[in-house]
């Protein structure tokens, strides 16, 4: 079955930055988008963007544009969201999702703190 | 960006009885392929967001049929013909017409 696992929660300090994994099994790795999005709390999701895995092409969102990066490595069927310049209104929990939004990682709880 | 609103945030209800939620679009979700690119989800309390219909009125795979959903352009209902009390959490609909995709806020669902 398909399948998005991803990485666990991470602590991390104003002005860092931080890297979530999202490991797909169940299905061809590289015919699907892979969506990264995030739901701080109390708020509604955002959309940050997304990585096209066949040819590792990006498109993100004009909110993160200037400090994140998407990048693939097909053989371990792992995709990576790195976020930069930390702030505390990052807190949140960040999740991949498949192409149309069918399949959903867990989450990955990202905390901002001095 | 295209903004997403929805009525009600709240919403308890009688196990048994319809119930419907209301998401608008500030912009139309109509593409030129026919389709209207608006989804709509259930999160229920520590879990990941379920896909419950997809281009605005078509089932997800394994979801009840008591789920449906209806509208075009900006205007968009979902509806819970019989309401179970393992439909309670939070419902959201999301729009992928555009990048950036936006999200409504969600609709709280429990049992009164």
């Known amino acids: 079955q398909v399948q998005l696992l991803q990485s666990g929660a991470e602590v991390k300090k104003p002005g860092a930055s931080v890297t979530v994994s999202c490991k797909a099994s169940?299905?061809?790795?590289?015919?699907?988008?892979i969506h990264w999005l995030r739901q701080a709390p109390g708020q509604r999701f955002e959309w940050m963007g997304w990585?096209?895995?066949?040819?590792?092409?990006?498109e993100f969102s004009h909110q993160f544009h200037d400090r994140i990066t998407m990048t693939r490595d097909t053989s371990t069927a792992t995709v990576y969201m790195e976020l930069f310049s930390l702030g505390f209104d990052d807190t949140a929990l960040y999740y991949c999702?498949?192409?149309?939004?069918?399949?959903w990682g867990q989450g990955s709880l990202v905390t901002v703190s001095s | 960006d295209v903004v997403m609103t929805q009525s009600p945030l709240s919403l308890p209800v009688t196990p048994g009885e319809p119930a419907s939620i209301s998401c608008r679009s500030s912009?139309?979700?109509?593409?030129?392929?026919?389709?209207?690119?608006l989804h709509w989800y259930l999160q229920k309390p520590g879990q990941s967001p379920q896909l419950l219909i997809y281009?605005?009125?078509a089932r997800a795979s394994g979801v009840p049929d008591r789920f449906s959903g209806s509208g075009s352009g900006t205007d968009f209902t979902l509806t819970i013909s019989r309401v179970e009390a393992e439909d309670v959490g939070v419902y959201f609909c999301?729009?992928?017409?555009?990048?950036?995709?936006?999200f409504g806020p969600g609709t709280k669902v429990d049992i009164k």
């Open positions: 999702a498949r192409e149309t939004f069918d399949y």
């Open positions: 169940g299905y061809p790795f590289t015919s699907y988008t």
């Open positions: 990585i096209t895995v066949a040819s590792g092409e990006v």
């Open positions: 912009q139309s979700l109509l593409h030129s392929d026919g389709n209207n690119y």
């Open positions: 281009l605005g009125s």
């Open positions: 999301m729009q992928a017409q555009q990048t950036p995709f936006t």
